[in-house]
C-alpha cells in the first residue's frame, strides 16, 4: 500500500471512508435523540426524588424546585415508620405475585391450546380473547358493582372493600393481553418442534411443559414483566373497590391518606411514589437479559 | 422390522384431494423412496403413515397392524423432518435421548443406545453441544441419531437434505445409504429430487397429483416409464418428447416427426406398435443420451440425420446439445471432440433401441 502510494505520487486518501463517515453520522443523530429523550423521560423522577429529599417548608418556598438546600431523609423516614404505608406495600406485593401467578398458569395454557390444538372455533377463540383486552376498564366497574351486589345477595359473600378481591379483578386485564403474546410467541415455533416431540412420546402436556415452555422461555418472561406491572400499578379498580385504610393497595394508598382534604404532603407523596416504583424496575433490571435472548436459535435451520 | 401396508389411501383437506386412494406395499427392511413435484401428495402419505395427519379413507398398516387411529407414540416409527426440529434448548444428548426417557428406558440402555448411535453417526464429540453450535449437516445428523436411538420399526424422512447446500446433501446422502447398510430398517423416504430418489431407493414410488404413476426400481422406472410423467420426471437432462406419427409404409413401421425427419420402427417393437398406426397424439419420446454425434460404426436401430444447432452446452466429460424439432427444444448428448457448435448444421445420431411411444392424450406410454 505504502509503496503504491509514494510511485502515483499522489498523497494517499481512502475511497472507502464513505459508508464510515454515514454511520458516524446516524450514530451521531441517533445519540442525541436518545439523550433527548432520556432527559424528557427522566425528568419526572428526577423531580420526584429531589422533592423526597425536601422538608415542607422548603417545597413550599418560592426557591428554585430543581436545587436542594437542606437534604433530609424525614420524609422516609416519616413514611416508612408508618405501618400503613408497610400494610399497602405488603398488599400490593401480595396481590400482584398473585395475579401474576395466576395470569401465567391460564394464559400459558390457554395460548398453547389457542396456538396448538386446532380445534373448532379456535381461530375465533384467540380473537376474542384479544378483543376483551381492549375493553377498558372505566367501562367494566360499574358491571363488576353489580355483580359483586349479586355475588352478596346471592351467596352471602361480601367481596366489596377486600384487597385480595383485586386478585380475582386484575385477571380480567392480564389473562387477555398475556395469552395474546404467549399465543404469537407459540406460532413461532416452529409446527415440527411439536411434531418431533408427539412422535418421540410425549403427550400434550409433556410437550408444554418439556418444550414449549423452556423455548418460549423470552415470550414467558415479557409476559410476566408486563403482568407485573399492570397489577402492580393497577388505580381505577383498587380506588372504586376499596375504602378501609387496611385494605388498600399502594397507589390509592399514597393518594388517600397523604392527600387530606386540600392539603398534599408532597414530600411523602414523592416518597411514597418513588419507593413504590422501585420493584417493577429491579424485577426489569433482573429478567432483561433473558427477555432478549434469543433461545429458538438452532431449532431449524440456521 | 415390519413391512408398510396402503391401501386406498385418501386424504382430503375440506373440498380438495391430496391423495387420491394410494396403494403400496412397502416389505420389510426396504428403502423405499416417494418422490414427485411439490404438492403432490408424498409429504401428506409421509404424514399418514407418521399419524401426523388424519387418514380420510383406507387402511394403513404396519407390520400387520392396521394403525389408522393409532397416535403417532405408538405406531414405533422415528421421523426425521426437513428442519431438523431439534429441540433448542436441549443439547445433543438430550434430544437424542428424549423419547427413550418419556418411555421410561432404564439410564444405563439410554446411554448405551446413544453412544451407539453417536458413534454410528460420528457425533460423539457432539455430545455436550446445543443444536444452535452445530452445522446443518451436523444437525442434520442429529436428527438421525434421534431417529436410530429409538429402534423404531420404520424410519421416515420428510426432505431431510434439502436445507443443505449441494455439496453437504451428495455426502449426506451417501451417509444416510450408509446408515441403512447398518442399520436395516424399514425406511419411508420423500424427496422432490429425483436424482435422491434413484441414487438411495430399492424402490421408487413417482406420485403425481395425489396418484401413484409408477412403483419400480430405480432402472425400471428409468429404462421403462409407465406414463409421460414418470418418463419426463426421472433422468436429467429430462427426457425428449417430440411430436410424431406413426405410419406402414411398404410394410414398413416408421415413426413420422415431420417431412424431412423419419425412422424406421426397430423390428422387436413393430408388433407392439402396429395398432397405432395413424393415431393422433402421439410422441416420440428419446433421452438425450440416444441422440449422439455420428459414428463409423453403425448399430442396429441408429439413424444418422442433421440438424442445426442451436445451443451447445460443454460439461466437460460430455458436451449437450440443443436443437429444434417440430417447434419443441430437443437436447442430445455429445462427445466434447465431436465439434459442436451453436448456429451450425451438425450430423446426429438416433439410437431407437430405446425410444418411448406415447400416447399424449391419456399420457400412457404404448
Same mark, same amino acid.
Given at each position: 500500500?505504502?509503496?503504491?502510494?509514494?510511485?502515483?505520487?499522489?498523497?494517499?486518501?481512502?475511497?472507502?471512508?464513505?459508508?464510515?463517515?454515514?454511520?458516524?453520522?446516524?450514530?451521531?443523530? +441517533?445519540?442525541?435523540?436518545?439523550?433527548?429523550?432520556?432527559?424528557?423521560?427522566?425528568?419526572?423522577?428526577?423531580?420526584?426524588?429531589?422533592?423526597?429529599?425536601?422538608?415542607?417548608?422548603?417545597?413550599?418556598?418560592?426557591?428554585?424546585?430543581?436545587?436542594? +438546600?437542606?437534604?433530609?431523609?424525614?420524609?422516609?423516614?416519616?413514611?416508612?415508620?408508618?405501618?400503613?404505608?408497610?400494610?399497602?406495600?405488603?398488599?400490593?406485593?401480595?396481590? +400482584?405475585?398473585?395475579?401474576?401467578?395466576?395470569?401465567?398458569?391460564? +394464559?400459558?395454557?390457554?395460548?398453547?391450546?389457542?396456538?396448538?390444538?386446532?380445534?373448532?372455533?379456535?381461530?375465533?377463540?384467540?380473537?376474542?380473547?384479544?378483543?376483551?383486552?381492549?375493553?377498558?376498564?372505566?367501562?367494566?366497574?360499574?358491571?363488576?358493582?353489580?355483580?359483586?351486589?349479586?355475588?352478596?345477595?346471592?351467596?352471602?359473600?361480601?367481596?366489596?372493600?377486600?384487597?385480595?378481591?383485586?386478585?380475582?379483578?386484575?385477571?380480567?386485564?392480564?389473562?387477555?393481553?398475556?395469552?395474546?403474546?404467549?399465543?404469537?410467541?407459540?406460532?413461532?415455533?416452529?409446527?415440527?418442534?411439536?411434531?418431533?416431540?408427539? %412422535?418421540?412420546?410425549?403427550?400434550?402436556?409433556?410437550?408444554?411443559?418439556?418444550?414449549?415452555?423452556?423455548?418460549?422461555?423470552?415470550?414467558?418472561?415479557?409476559?410476566?414483566?408486563?403482568?407485573?406491572?399492570?397489577?402492580?400499578?393497577?388505580?381505577?379498580?383498587?380506588?372504586?373497590?376499596?375504602?378501609?385504610?387496611?385494605?388498600?393497595?399502594?397507589?390509592?394508598?399514597?393518594?388517600?391518606?397523604? %392527600?387530606?382534604?386540600?392539603?398534599?404532603?408532597?414530600?411523602?407523596?414523592?416518597?411514597?411514589?418513588?419507593?413504590?416504583?422501585?420493584?417493577?424496575?429491579? %424485577?426489569?433490571?433482573?429478567?432483561?437479559?433473558?427477555?432478549?435472548?434469543?433461545?429458538?436459535?438452532?431449532?431449524?435451520?440456521? | 422390522?415390519?413391512?408398510?401396508?396402503?391401501?386406498?389411501?385418501?386424504?382430503?383437506?375440506?373440498?380438495?384431494?391430496?391423495?387420491?386412494?394410494?396403494?403400496?406395499?412397502?416389505?420389510?427392511?426396504?428403502?423405499?423412496?416417494?418422490?414427485?413435484?411439490?404438492?403432490?401428495?408424498?409429504?401428506?402419505?409421509?404424514?399418514?403413515?407418521?399419524?401426523?395427519?388424519?387418514?380420510?379413507?383406507?387402511?394403513?398398516?404396519?407390520?400387520?397392524?392396521?394403525?389408522?387411529?393409532?397416535?403417532?407414540?405408538?405406531?414405533?416409527? @422415528?421421523?426425521?423432518?426437513?428442519?431438523?426440529?431439534?429441540?433448542?434448548?436441549?443439547?445433543?444428548?438430550?434430544?437424542?435421548?428424549?423419547?427413550?426417557?418419556?418411555?421410561?428406558?432404564?439410564?444405563?440402555?439410554?446411554?448405551?443406545?446413544?453412544?451407539?448411535? @453417536?458413534?454410528?453417526?460420528?457425533?460423539?464429540?457432539?455430545?455436550?453441544?446445543?443444536?444452535?453450535?452445530?452445522?446443518?449437516?451436523?444437525?442434520?445428523?442429529?436428527?438421525?441419531?434421534?431417529?436410530?436411538?429409538?429402534?423404531?420399526?420404520?424410519?421416515?424422512?420428510?426432505?431431510?437434505?434439502?436445507?443443505?447446500? @449441494?455439496?453437504?446433501?451428495?455426502?449426506?446422502?451417501?451417509?444416510?445409504?450408509?446408515?441403512?447398510?447398518?442399520?436395516?430398517?424399514?425406511? *419411508?423416504?420423500?424427496?422432490?429430487?429425483?436424482?435422491?430418489?434413484?441414487?438411495?431407493?430399492?424402490?421408487?414410488?413417482?406420485?403425481?397429483?395425489?396418484?401413484?404413476?409408477?412403483?419400480?426400481?430405480?432402472?425400471?422406472?428409468?429404462?421403462?416409464?409407465?406414463?409421460?410423467?414418470?418418463?419426463?420426471?426421472?433422468?436429467?437432462?429430462?427426457?425428449?418428447?417430440?411430436?410424431?406419427?406413426?405410419?406402414?409404409?411398404?410394410?414398413?413401421?416408421? *415413426?413420422?416427426?415431420?417431412?424431412?425427419?423419419?425412422?424406421?420402427?426397430?423390428?422387436?417393437?413393430?408388433?407392439?406398435?402396429?395398432?397405432? *398406426?395413424?393415431?393422433?397424439?402421439?410422441?416420440?419420446?428419446?433421452?438425450?443420451?440416444?441422440?449422439?454425434?455420428?459414428?463409423?460404426?453403425?448399430?442396429?436401430?441408429?439413424?444418422?440425420?442433421?440438424?442445426?444447432?442451436?445451443?451447445?452446452?460443454?460439461?466437460?466429460?460430455?458436451?449437450?446439445?440443443?436443437?429444434?424439432?417440430?417447434?419443441?427444444?430437443?437436447?442430445?448428448?455429445?462427445?466434447?471432440?465431436?465439434?459442436?457448435?451453436?448456429?451450425?448444421?451438425?450430423?446426429?445420431? @438416433?439410437?431407437?433401441?430405446?425410444?418411448?411411444?406415447?400416447?399424449?392424450?391419456?399420457?400412457?406410454?404404448?
Amino acid at each position: 500500500m505504502a509503496d503504491a502510494s509514494i510511485a502515483s505520487g499522489a498523497p494517499s486518501r481512502p475511497k472507502y471512508g464513505s459508508m464510515s463517515r454515514d454511520r458516524a453520522w446516524a450514530l451521531r443523530w +441517533s445519540y442525541f435523540f436518545l439523550v433527548l429523550f432520556a432527559i424528557f423521560f427522566l425528568m419526572p423522577p428526577i423531580y420526584m426524588l429531589i422533592t423526597s429529599l425536601k422538608t415542607s417548608a422548603e417545597i413550599s418556598a418560592a426557591a428554585n424546585p430543581w436545587w436542594i +438546600s437542606n437534604p433530609t431523609l424525614q420524609n422516609y423516614i416519616d413514611l416508612l415508620s408508618q405501618n400503613q404505608f408497610l400494610v399497602f406495600f405488603r398488599n400490593s406485593a401480595i396481590v +400482584s405475585i398473585c395475579v401474576v401467578i395466576l395470569t401465567m398458569m391460564i +394464559s400459558v395454557i390457554a395460548a398453547f391450546a389457542l396456538a396448538r390444538m386446532k380445534f373448532w372455533g379456535s381461530a375465533t377463540l384467540a380473537t376474542g380473547v384479544f378483543l376483551t383486552y381492549l375493553i377498558p376498564e372505566t367501562l367494566l366497574f360499574i358491571p363488576l358493582f353489580k355483580m359483586f351486589a349479586w355475588v352478596n345477595e346471592t351467596f352471602g359473600i361480601q367481596l366489596m372493600n377486600h384487597w385480595w378481591t383485586m386478585i380475582i379483578l386484575y385477571p380480567t386485564l392480564t389473562v387477555p393481553f398475556a395469552t395474546w403474546i404467549m399465543i404469537g410467541y407459540f406460532a413461532s415455533i416452529p409446527k415440527e418442534l411439536d411434531e418431533a416431540a408427539l %412422535i418421540d412420546g410425549a403427550t400434550w402436556m409433556q410437550t408444554l411443559t418439556k418444550i414449549f415452555i423452556p423455548v418460549a422461555l423470552p415470550g414467558i418472561i415479557a409476559a410476566t414483566i408486563f403482568t407485573f406491572t399492570v397489577a402492580w400499578a393497577q388505580f381505577l379498580y383498587p380506588l372504586a373497590f376499596t375504602t378501609s385504610t387496611s385494605e388498600l393497595v399502594l397507589p390509592v394508598g399514597i393518594i388517600t391518606t397523604l %392527600i387530606k382534604g386540600d392539603v398534599f404532603n408532597w414530600g411523602q407523596i414523592m416518597t411514597g411514589a418513588l419507593l413504590g416504583a422501585a420493584p417493577p424496575l429491579i %424485577i426489569y433490571a433482573f429478567l432483561m437479559d433473558y427477555y432478549i435472548a434469543g433461545l429458538t436459535a438452532g431449532a431449524t435451520k440456521g | 422390522m415390519a413391512q408398510v401396508t396402503l391401501r386406498k389411501v385418501v386424504k382430503k383437506y375440506d373440498e380438495v384431494l391430496a391423495v387420491r386412494g394410494i396403494d403400496l406395499d412397502i416389505t420389510d427392511k426396504e428403502f423405499i423412496v416417494l418422490v414427485g413435484p411439490s404438492g403432490c401428495g408424498k409429504s401428506t402419505t409421509l404424514r399418514m403413515i407418521a399419524g401426523l395427519e388424519e387418514i380420510s379413507g383406507g387402511d394403513i398398516a404396519i407390520g400387520g397392524h392396521v394403525v389408522n387411529d393409532v397416535p403417532p407414540k405408538d405406531r414405533d416409527i @422415528a421421523m426425521v423432518f426437513q428442519n431438523y426440529a431439534l429441540y433448542p434448548h436441549m443439547n445433543v444428548y438430550e434430544n437424542m435421548s428424549f423419547g427413550l426417557k418419556l418411555k421410561k428406558t432404564p439410564k444405563d440402555v439410554i446411554d448405551q443406545r446413544v453412544r451407539q448411535a @453417536a458413534q454410528i453417526l460420528d457425533i460423539t464429540e457432539l455430545l455436550d453441544r446445543k443444536p444452535k453450535q452445530l452445522s446443518g449437516g451436523q444437525r442434520q445428523r442429529v436428527a438421525m441419531g434421534r431417529a436410530i436411538v429409538r429402534d423404531p420399526k420404520v424410519f421416515l424422512f420428510d426432505e431431510p437434505l434439502s436445507n443443505l447446500d @449441494a455439496k453437504l446433501r451428495v455426502q449426506m446422502r451417501t451417509e444416510i445409504k450408509k446408515v441403512h447398510q447398518k442399520v436395516r430398517t424399514t425406511t *419411508v423416504y420423500v424427496t422432490h429430487d429425483q436424482v435422491e430418489a434413484m441414487t438411495l431407493a430399492d424402490r421408487v414410488v413417482v406420485m403425481n397429483g395425489g396418484i401413484i404413476e409408477q412403483v419400480g426400481s430405480p432402472n425400471d422406472l428409468y429404462h421403462s416409464p409407465a406414463t409421460k410423467f414418470v418418463a419426463g420426471f426421472i433422468g436429467s437432462p429430462a427426457m425428449n418428447f417430440i411430436t410424431c406419427q406413426l405410419e406402414q409404409a411398404a410394410g414398413a413401421l416408421r *415413426v413420422r416427426l415431420n417431412d424431412a425427419l423419419s425412422f424406421p420402427v426397430p423390428a422387436d417393437r413393430t408388433a407392439r406398435y402396429t395398432p397405432h *398406426v395413424g393415431k393422433p397424439n402421439l410422441m416420440l419420446g428419446l433421452r438425450p443420451e440416444h441422440i449422439m454425434e455420428t459414428r463409423p460404426h453403425t448399430e442396429p436401430n441408429q439413424h444418422d440425420f442433421d440438424m442445426l444447432i442451436d445451443v451447445v452446452e460443454p460439461m466437460g466429460m460430455e458436451t449437450l446439445v440443443y436443437f429444434t424439432v417440430n417447434g419443441r427444444e430437443v437436447c442430445g448428448r455429445v462427445n466434447p471432440n465431436a465439434g459442436a457448435e451453436p448456429a451450425r448444421p451438425m450430423k446426429l445420431r @438416433a439410437d431407437l433401441s430405446n425410444m418411448h411411444l406415447i400416447d399424449d392424450g391419456t399420457g400412457k406410454v404404448l
